[in-house]
């Protein structure tokens, strides 16, 4: 399906980061922290023809900004993202904090742990690293780690609150998450068994939102491009919605094109469609 017409041309590029412009590294929940050159010629190619670059994320906004500056997008100017599912939108550089959405995540997280009480929990301390209730697999999260107790990490409003159970997949959490229903919050399950709970009504497409009114711009002059079950919304939201070409059969579904895979630099692929 095609939503956009012939002549248009965005003015807004939307990226996701791991999956899009990261490679998955085989077998883990990680990352491969390198920019590909096709991919980074394409974007720059973007901003030169003056569109507005922002990344949106699931990541932290301390894990953000390390990929901003390998895709050397500040050009002396202040740019925009949109960090932890929406809930946390910012500008860099420097780091700072726009809009941050919290809610009460104290009894969503006590159900899922009803069910998976090995499962680890994990709440961003910003410009640090993470809370959490265990050591989470190497790699998985940036910046330090401080173990503290489950009802510590969500006696407080929170912006997001992340479960991970490596003896779990993540068919178990998709399951789990359409059982419980979770009242009270929103939720996103990843590649592996990990969950993000998030905010009622908050997700990558709101943030943007808030990002493209301060731009002057609009949903039909955006283009996304996604690979994972938090890119829906916004994959919805925007004018013309790609899909990675190893996302699953859920995001491909509601996606207006499918580029190659982030091995084959799909990011690179889409863009020069108009740049």
């Given at each position: 399906?095609?939503?956009?017409?012939?002549?248009?041309?965005?003015?807004?590029v939307?990226?996701?980061?791991?999956?899009?412009?990261?490679?998955?590294?085989?077998?883990?929940?990680?990352?491969?922290?390198?920019?590909?050159?096709a991919?980074?010629?394409?974007?720059?190619?973007?901003?030169?023809?003056?569109?507005?670059?922002?990344?949106?994320?699931?990541?932290?906004?301390?894990?953000?900004?390390?990929?901003?500056?390998?895709?050397?997008?500040?050009?002396?100017?202040?740019?925009?993202?949109?960090?932890?599912?929406?809930?946390?939108?910012?500008?860099?550089p420097?780091?700072e904090v726009?809009?941050?959405?919290?809610?009460?995540?104290?009894?969503?997280?006590?159900?899922?742990?009803?069910?998976?009480?090995?499962?680890?929990?994990?709440?961003?301390?910003?410009?640090?690293?993470?809370?959490?209730?265990?050591?989470?697999?190497?790699?998985?999260?940036?910046?330090?780690m401080?173990?503290?107790?489950?009802?510590?990490?969500?006696?407080?409003p929170?912006?997001?609150?992340?479960?991970?159970?490596?003896?779990?997949?993540?068919?178990?959490?998709?399951?789990?998450?359409?059982r419980?229903g979770?009242?009270?919050?929103?939720?996103?399950?990843?590649?592996?068994?990990?969950?993000?709970?998030?905010?009622?009504g908050?997700?990558?497409?709101?943030?943007?939102?808030?990002?493209?009114?301060?731009?002057?711009?609009?949903a039909?002059?955006a283009?996304?491009?996604?690979?994972?079950?938090?890119?829906?919304?916004?994959?919805?939201?925007?004018?013309?919605?790609?899909?990675?070409?190893?996302?699953?059969?859920?995001?491909?579904?509601?996606?207006?094109?499918?580029?190659?895979?982030?091995?084959?630099?799909?990011?690179?692929?889409e863009?020069?469609?108009?740049?």
């Amino acid at each position: 399906m095609d939503r956009v017409d012939e002549g248009w041309r965005p003015k807004l590029v939307v990226l996701d980061i791991d999956g899009t412009l990261l490679q998955w590294i085989e077998g883990s929940g990680q990352t491969l922290e390198e920019i590909s050159p096709a991919v980074r010629e394409a974007v720059h190619r973007a901003m030169d023809a003056g569109a507005h670059v922002v990344l949106a994320s699931g990541r932290s906004m301390h894990g953000m900004t390390r990929v901003i500056d390998l895709l050397g997008l500040h050009r002396g100017e202040r740019l925009w993202g949109v960090a932890s599912n929406g809930a946390v939108v910012f500008r860099y550089p420097p780091a700072e904090v726009v809009f941050e959405e919290t809610f009460d995540a104290s009894e969503a997280v006590r159900e899922v742990l009803a069910e998976h009480p090995t499962a680890l929990v994990a709440v961003e301390e910003r410009g640090i690293g993470y809370r959490v209730t265990g050591e989470f697999p190497i790699g998985e999260l940036s910046g330090e780690m401080t173990v503290t107790t489950v009802d510590e990490l969500v006696g407080e409003p929170v912006s997001r609150v992340i479960i991970r159970d490596p003896s779990a997949t993540p068919e178990d959490f998709v399951a789990l998450g359409r059982r419980l229903g979770l009242h009270g919050t929103d939720y996103v399950v990843g590649w592996t068994a990990w969950m993000d709970l998030s905010p009622i009504g908050v997700s990558k497409a709101s943030g943007l939102a808030r990002v493209a009114a301060d731009l002057g711009v609009g949903a039909h002059d955006a283009l996304a491009i996604g690979d994972g079950r938090n890119d829906l919304e916004m994959l919805r939201w925007v004018a013309r919605g790609v899909a990675m070409g190893q996302a699953i059969d859920e995001v491909r579904a509601v996606a207006d094109d499918v580029t190659a895979t982030v091995e084959q630099d799909g990011v690179a692929v889409e863009l020069a469609r108009w740049f």
